[in-house]
């Protein structure tokens, strides 16, 4: 019981009885023992039940269950975040660096062990209260937990990095890529809550998808489904750094728009000032976002075409463009969607924006993406905390 409770959240008991399958008796017996060791408590739902009558008494975990962490670590960044068994984010840290942690994997490690430690002690923890990680880096994770594509993270390549980040930290460590956990974030607390079929697009440095089928993340067979920014656009293209031609992130992904943008606007600093510069009407600017998001498009046409999905999240830097790439975006859809399949998508911009990998890192550790989530919805999920110290 106290698995379905990590899994799920907080849930009524009737809610309990049908994602258990276990009967009403026991479960109630399960939670009376989970009572009484001070693992549970109970609370009156907020929300009364559709047909009225009295609200629910909603049963979560309480903070001595422990605590879940997620981590991303980024090309630049780190971001961490803290929550209780009950899906409530109670902190965020963030730090960046003057170097390429794609290029230094200890050093990133190191950071990242530095960061877990400040944030259990801001909060009065320790490491023996962490239940499990979920760690995020920029590559595709195999079956086996090592890089899928050693050439994207080439200082990662002889790397287990959930072993070797749970040798550091002494507690169990699941990785995954980052974009993966995107989606798992979105789909929990974000934009992608209630949608059991979504694509959340990773717009930053480079572009990466992750993809949830019928209420689960899917991997594929070597766990590189949804290397979007590695689908061709121009075979006869330039040579991306993944060995192939044309890719979609040569178009789309932040390093090339910014290299585009620089030949005219050098003192652009970052992707979030091209952003800023294109809001204010900069012609070369907003020509760059448009047909980003065209080029974007016509990616995205051929997978909604494959999957079907009802929603595409934008996240991340670049996601904060939303509103400049939808347009382009979804003209590039028609061109190479089927009209049914465009018409069924909803393009959103991604609720988490920044923190969406961190907070799929929680869901991770928490075992989401091991049940179709969106079939029980819990009773009153946990809103987003927005406490970064």
Partial sequence: MATTLRVYGPSTRAQLVALS??????????LADLGAAGLIGERTSTHGPSGGGRPASVVRLTRRAGLAAGIDIGRRHVRLALADLAHEVLSEYETRTDFDLDDRPDDALATAVGLFDAALAGIGAGRDDIVAVGLGVPAPITRDRRIGSPPMLPGWAGLRPADAFADLLGRPVRAENDANLGALGEYVWGAGRGCSDLVYVKLATGVGAGIVLDGRLYRGAAG???????????????????????????????????????????????LAALIAAARDGDPGCRR?????????????GNLVNLINPQRVVLGDELGAATDLLREPLQRGLAETAFAAAAEAVEVVQSDLALRAAAYGGIALALGVDTVPFAALRPAEPAEPADRVP
């Fill in 21 to 30: 399958g276990l009967s009403r008796t026991t479960v109630s017996a399960a």
């Fill in 224 to 270: 590189t489904a949804g290397e979007l920014g590695h689908v061709t656009l121009d075979a006869r293209g330039a040579v991306c750094r993944c060995g192939n031609r044309g890719c979609v992130e040569l178009a789309v992904g932040g390093r090339a728009l910014l290299a585009h943008a620089r030949q005219a606007k050098p003192e652009l600093a970052d």
């Fill in 288 to 300: 760059l976002v448009a047909d980003a998001g065209t080029q974007l498009g016509y990616a995205l």
